[in-house]
Every structure is written in C-alpha cells, then in structure tokens.
C-alpha cells in the first residue's frame, strides 16, 4: 500500500509529460479526422462509404477502451500508454501502405488500430488526474487536455506539409510522419511514474481491493448523468467533424480549407481547458456541462445559416469549445463515481460507453451527407441534444427532491 505522500511524489513530473504527450499524441486523430474521410472517398467502392474508416476508427476506440482499462489496472497505467502508442505506430505504416496499394480494406484496418491509439490517449486526463491530489484533480485533468491545443496545430500542418510529397501517393507520407511522432510520444510517456492500482499490487485480492460491483456503481444518478453528458458531446463533435472536410469540399472549398478548418476546430477543442477546471472548480461541473451543449447547439445553428468557409469554420470552432466544456466537465463528474480502487474500471466503461455511442452516429454520418446533405446531418444533431437537456432536468429534480427530503 502506498502512502499518500508518495503516490504524489513525481505529479509535476506525471503532469508534464503526459501533456507533452497529449500534444504529440493527439495529432493521430487530428490526422485521421482531417485525411479520413476524404482518403475514404478516392479508395471506397461506393461515395456512401466514404466516412466509413472514420466511423471504424470509432469502433476501434470502443472495442480498446475496456482492453486498455484492463491492461492498466493489471499492469499499471504506463504499460497501457506503450501498448497504445505502438498501435500509432502501426496505423501510420498500414495507412500509408493502404494508400500506395489502394486498399480500402486495409485502410480501415489502420484506423482501427488508430481508434485504439487514440482510447489510450484519452485515458491521459485520467492518469493526470490519478498524480495529484484530490483538490488538484480537475485542474490537472483540464491541463492535460490543453496539450491538445499543439495537437491541433501539428495534425493539420503535418497533413499540408507531407500530403503531396509522394505523387501520386497522396497522404502516404503524412500517415508516415503520423507513425513517427507516436513514436516520439512513446518516449515521453516511457518516463512517467504512476504507482500502480492497489488491485495490481495488492498480493491478495479482497473486497477492499476489488471495489463495489460494477452494477452498483452504474445505478449511480450521477453516473449516468456524467456517461450522458460526454457521450452526446463527443457524439455531436464527432458526428459533424466527420462530415465536414467531405462536406467543405462537396460545396467547392478547398482542401486547405478543410485542414485549417480543422485545425482551428481541434485548437478550439483544448485552448480551453487551460482554465476550464478552474470553472468546475468555480461554478461546479454541470455548469460547465451546460455552457458547452449550449455552445454544440449554436454551432449546429449557425452551420445551417450558408455553406462558405467562415460558416464552416466557426460551426467548427464553436463546435469545439463545446465539446471542451461539455466533455471535460463530465470527466470531472466521473472522477466523482468511485472509489480509488474501482477508477480504471469505472473509467475505462465510460469510455467504452462514450465511444460506442459515437460509433453509431458516425456510421450515420457520412451516409446522411452523401444522402441529404449538409443541412441534414447539422439538422439530425439536435434530437441528441434534446434527449441529455432530458436526462439533466430529471438529474437536477431528483437532486433538489433529495435535498428536500
């Protein structure tokens, strides 16, 4: 058993190197999210499937999510960040191949081992979390996320950099250049040090150890009103960032465009969280919860008021500073949820739930572009928005009913 002085001994030291590796390892989905859709449209047998290796790269973060929450609740938290970042590796190798052999299947089996990159990337805020105290957590899971920020400038410049360096091989060499900054990131993460769980190095499993059941901790209220609020905000990001460099260039725009869209959109995404957990801290998750929806809902409306680049681009930075709030300030919810020994599952089963729900709706994405448009897809995005404003006022009732009683 660790004492609480040394479980906080290298958090100054955890806390930078896994936002050095957010910055480095976040370009992945920056790359895929900037490149997939339109890769998927020169390769695809048919223009419906165009968003599909996006959607699997989805599925991919789904489908490691859990295997990843195992591997570091066994093992410890850096084994599962080397584990993660060899699959970087590997989808910057298979893309790039798919793309010089034409292969639409093998694209898609890239991105799905880049979906597994990328659900241990977003396990980092957890980790930060995990080597602070309590009273620092939502600040340093916040911190964690704003390397994102140099993410966002790296994915699209590497994008607009390398695509055309290999004609007519168009992207290979971003997909390359992709593999080589994980692995950069794995060398930084080599260096953390995070105590491992008390489940793995407990020599005896007991109850203590174990935690509650996990249909306990499920039947939490305030468990589904975290797993709601992120799922719908990575839903929605996901949902319209899939469509939009296809739709940017459906409507004439150029693909610079789209990757400076893009970019300013993943910016947009982490700028925030530079003080996004003093807000929680400050006026309290739900809040900032709130803000961000409300922020995903302009950004669908003013998507549906003209198809230029200045529509795009700031449904797409709106878009962005609502998925900050919205996810960030339900991740801080979820550190609410369990116990220490319980955290890697509890938290890699949000994950899994928020991914798999985003699968879903980017499968519909791109077939709803390519079938109605542009309009239709930003239209669809308001039913999920309806449904957890839904869940937040019953949350909200059965708290002031508790209070009352």
Same mark, same amino acid.
């Given at each position: 058993m660790h004492s609480d002085d040394s479980l906080?001994? @290298?958090?100054?030291?955890?806390?930078?190197?896994?936002?050095?590796?957010?910055?480095?390892?976040?370009?992945? *989905?920056?790359?895929?999210?900037?490149?997939?859709?339109?890769?998927?449209? #020169?390769?695809?047998?048919?223009?419906?499937?165009?968003?599909?290796?996006?959607s699997i790269f989805v599925v991919g973060m789904a489908a490691c999510s859990l295997p990843a929450g195992v591997v570091a609740q066994r093992f410890g938290r850096r084994a599962a960040f080397l584990l993660g970042t060899g699959c970087g590796v590997l989808v910057g190798l298979l893309a790039a191949l798919a793309v010089v052999l034409g292969s639409f299947a093998l694209f898609c089996t890239a991105m799905f081992f880049g979906g597994a990159y990328a659900a241990v990337v977003l396990s980092f805020r957890?980790?930060?979390?995990?080597?602070?105290?309590?009273?620092?957590?939502?600040?340093?899971? *916040?911190?964690?996320?704003a390397g994102g920020v140099v993410a966002g400038v790296i994915g699209p410049q590497l994008v607009n950099v390398t695509m055309n360096l290999w004609t007519p091989h168009t992207f290979a060499v971003t997909f390359l250049a992709?593999?080589?900054?994980?692995?950069?990131?794995?060398?930084?993460?080599? =260096?953390?040090?995070?105590?491992?769980?008390?489940?793995?190095?407990?020599?005896?499993?007991?109850?203590?150890?174990? =935690?509650?059941?996990?249909?306990?901790?499920?039947?939490?209220?305030?468990?589904v009103t975290a797993v709601s609020c992120a799922a719908v905000s990575y839903l929605l990001m996901n949902f319209l960032m899939t469509a939009a460099p296809l739709a940017m260039q459906?409507?004439?725009?150029?693909?610079?465009?789209?990757?400076?869209?893009?970019?300013? @959109?993943?910016?947009?995404m982490y700028a925030p969280s530079f003080f996004?957990?003093?807000?929680?801290?400050?006026?309290?998750?739900?809040?900032?919860?709130?803000?961000?929806?409300?922020?995903? =809902?302009?950004?669908? #409306?003013?998507?549906?008021? =003209?198809v230029d680049v200045a529509h795009f681009w700031l449904t797409l930075i709106l878009l962005g500073l609502g998925w900050n709030f919205g996810f960030v300030g339900a991740s801080a919810l979820v550190l609410e949820c369990h116990r220490p020994e319980e955290k890697a599952r509890v938290q890699s089963l949000n994950d899994f739930i928020v991914f798999g729900t985003i699968a879903v709706g980017s499968f519909l994405s791109g077939g709803l572009l390519t079938a109605y448009g542009w309009s239709a897809v930003l239209g669809v995005s308001f039913v999920p928005l309806a449904l957890v404003i839904c869940v937040l006022a019953y949350s909200a009732a059965t708290r002031r009913g508790g209070m009352a009683a």
């Open positions: 906080y001994t @290298h958090a100054s030291g955890n806390v930078a190197r896994l936002t050095i590796a957010q910055a480095l390892a976040g370009a992945n *989905s920056t790359v895929v999210y900037a490149t997939g859709s339109i890769v998927g449209d #020169a390769l695809a047998p048919n223009r419906a499937l165009a968003t599909l290796p996006i957890f980790s930060a979390a995990d080597c602070v105290p309590p009273d620092r957590r939502a600040r340093a899971l *916040s911190f964690v996320m992709q593999g080589a900054v994980a692995v950069l990131a794995a060398l930084v993460l080599s =260096g953390v040090r995070i105590p491992l769980p008390v489940s793995a190095s407990a020599s005896v499993r007991t109850a203590a150890t174990v =935690g509650r059941p996990m249909r306990e901790i499920v039947r939490q209220p305030l468990f459906m409507c004439g725009l150029t693909q610079k465009s789209a990757n400076l869209g893009i970019q300013w @959109h993943v910016i947009a996004t957990g003093r807000l929680i801290a400050r006026f309290g998750a739900q809040r900032v919860v709130v803000t961000g929806l409300t922020l995903i =809902g302009c950004a669908a #409306a003013i998507g549906l008021a =003209g």
